[in-house]
């Protein structure tokens, strides 16, 4: 049974007592597997064409029962599944609903996610003694879920979701990355104009086993100073993303800006200040954990040309840069605002290039 998985820690198989045990290697036959530690389901809507399988699966399957943390998260990986069935030469989507112990929310936004995706739900047993910690699976655990998502993929559920998909496909096939997308999805890629020697560019994944090595960050200390990065827009609207370190051990905090002639603009929300911090963003959490996390903002530049974006801050990390088109969704979403800076977003993704 060959599938497309998408996840995080526990697909890499965190919590097993051996990596054989994972539980996409314990399904038999040879699947594309991606994974990443500690990302929420948005690390893969940024330049999905990365992770695009070269041969049709069974199933995609989506493991992030564990990582939904932000307002966002159900939504993004509904947004996920929808992609995926392209990503994974698939009409099925199944989304593993393993959450962290003692946490049947997360079972609950799986299930959300599902509906709004038309996707189908693998449910493992977890009880208590399936877990290793608080959130991952030992061997018995990853068997569950290994167990749960071969149920889900032979399901007559499944049969009746993966024929209405295939259907559905010929007439809407998202594009699996966007026109105009950038990525720097390495730290030690960062496109920096200007970077001040407080900043180190440290890899912190040697310590932390295969799974996480080449953990590349640029950090600072508690001296606040200013990394300078060069974002190539080829439309005048365009959004930006910067991925950093958001952690319970450390209270840190930087600011965003752009040198005109760029200008940059919040996301319209009622929840931006949670989901899209900007210009300002903490990256310290009450959670006992430390996690990727990503903030967008708007981008106007008068012509395609090259836009200066400063990062200053203290304590933090940042480890990743995107930068894409404006969408319709985007300009919509900006048009809903009275500010003066979302009708100049408006405005310059309409206006004539």
Not at 89 to 109: F, G, I
């Amino acid at each position: 049974m060959s599938l497309y998985v998408l996840g995080a820690s526990t697909t890499g198989g965190a919590g097993a007592a051996r990596w054989a045990d994972a539980w996409p290697r314990l399904l038999g036959e040879p699947s594309t597997v991606f994974f990443k530690n500690a990302v929420e389901p948005s690390y893969f809507l940024h330049c999905s064409s990365r992770f695009a399988s070269k041969r049709p699966h069974v199933a995609a399957v989506l493991d992030f029962g564990t990582n939904l943390w932000s307002e966002k998260a159900v939504e993004d990986l509904a947004k996920l599944a929808v992609r995926s069935r392209d990503l994974g030469n698939t009409s099925l989507t199944v989304l593993v609903a393993w959450p962290r112990a003692r946490n049947e929310l997360d079972t609950t936004r799986v299930a959300r996610a599902a509906a709004l995706s038309g996707s189908v739900v693998a449910r493992p047993t977890h009880s208590s003694e399936l877990y290793a910690d608080a959130v991952h699976p030992n061997s018995a655990g990853h068997r569950a879920i290994a167990d749960a998502v071969s149920r889900a993929v032979h399901s007559v559920e499944a049969k009746s979701a993966s024929t209405a998909g295939a259907r559905a496909r010929p007439r809407a096939r998202p594009r699996p990355s966007g026109g105009g997308e950038l990525c720097f999805s390495d730290a030690n890629e960062l496109p920096t104009v200007h970077v001040d020697s407080e900043w180190k560019l440290v890899d912190e994944g040697y310590q932390m086993g295969a799974a996480r090595r080449h953990k590349f960050g640029w950090r600072v200390g508690s001296k606040t100073s200013e990394m300078v990065l060069r974002a190539n827009v080829s439309s005048c609207a365009s959004v930006v993303s910067v991925g950093y370190l958001k952690s319970h051990r450390e209270g840190g905090h930087f600011k965003i800006q752009c040198s005109s002639p760029c200008e940059c603009s919040s996301i319209r929300g009622f929840h931006q200040r949670e989901i899209h911090p900007f210009p300002v963003v903490r990256t310290y959490t009450p959670l006992n954990m430390s996690v990727t996390e990503t903030t967008s903002f708007g981008l106007v530049a008068p012509a395609k040309m090259a836009c200066n974006i400063t990062i200053s801050g203290s304590r933090v990390r940042v480890d990743s840069f995107y930068i894409r088109e404006a969408t319709e969704s985007d300009v919509q979403n900006a048009a809903l605002s009275r500010e003066q800076q979302h009708l100049e977003f408006v405005r310059a993704a309409t206006a004539p290039f």
